[in-house]
């Protein structure tokens, strides 16, 4: 069955960096974007980014741009999301998911899976 599992998340101090990553089973990774999305506590899911299945990164327009990066693995079936800088506002729950068919969507619907999610926490 179609898994996507992500670990890396954890408590980091602000300024700090985490690497995020999602490994996915169950379809062909290849062929699919891979978008990466957070939800902090009382608030909706917010669009992080994506990398389509040529490798391009489309990032969300506002603070993220320049401290976030998105990567990919095909061979290992695996998305990475690279935090630097972090803010105690970035603390929140990332998610990944994959979409078959929109390559750079930042809306959820455009998604079909998804992963549990990995919490990242800044403290000030």
């Known amino acids: 069955q179609v898994q996507l599992v992500e670990s890396g998340g954890g408590l980091v101090q602000a300024g700090g960096s985490l690497r995020l990553s999602c490994t996915a089973s169950?379809?062909?990774?290849?062929?699919?974007?891979m978008g990466w999305f957070r939800q902090a506590p009382g608030k909706a899911r917010e669009f992080v980014g994506v990398i389509d299945w040529d490798e391009t990164p489309t990032y969300a327009e506002d603070s993220v741009t320049g401290r976030f990066t998105i990567s990919r693995d095909n061979a290992k079936n695996t998305v990475y999301l690279q935090l630097n800088s972090l803010k105690p506002e970035d603390s929140a729950v990332y998610y990944c998911a994959s979409s078959s068919w929109h390559p750079n969507s930042n809306r959820s619907y455009a998604y079909t899976y998804w992963g549990q999610g990995t919490q990242v926490t800044v403290s000030s």
């Open positions: 169950g379809f062909t990774f290849r062929t699919h974007a």
